[in-house]
């Protein structure tokens, strides 16, 4: 009775995962740490209760730790492209002050 108690956090764990990959893979960075402070949670309170784990909650926590992987890349990705529009926007300043300095007074 006690693993199926566990296991089921586990399990929301691992559905809070696939959520919080699909919000990553759509850029809804508003929902993301809601999804993780759950999930951290969960993760604890089985990590507080358990000194033995099955093979079932190591496959649970396998499949957590690589959709956590997944979207940690997709964070990132998204985080490049900002930079990248950063950046970009950055050159398009420094250009206006360039150019605008030398238009010709009328």
Do not use: C
């Not at 990553?24 to 000194?51: N, P, V, Y």
């Amino acid at each position: 009775m006690m693993e199926s108690k566990s296991n089921s956090g586990l399990e929301r764990a691992l559905q809070l995962s696939r959520d919080l990959l699909a919000a990553a893979e759509q850029g809804g960075f508003q929902s993301l740490a809601e999804l993780d402070a759950e999930r951290l949670q969960l993760l604890q309170s089985f990590r507080s209760e358990r000194q033995h784990l099955d093979a079932a909650a190591r496959s649970l926590l396998q499949e957590i730790s690589q959709l956590n992987d997944r979207a940690i890349g997709h964070l990132e990705h998204h985080r490049r492209i900002k930079g990248r529009d950063m950046d970009l926007a950055a050159a398009g300043r420094r250009a206006v002050a360039a150019y605008g300095a030398t238009r010709p007074e009328f």
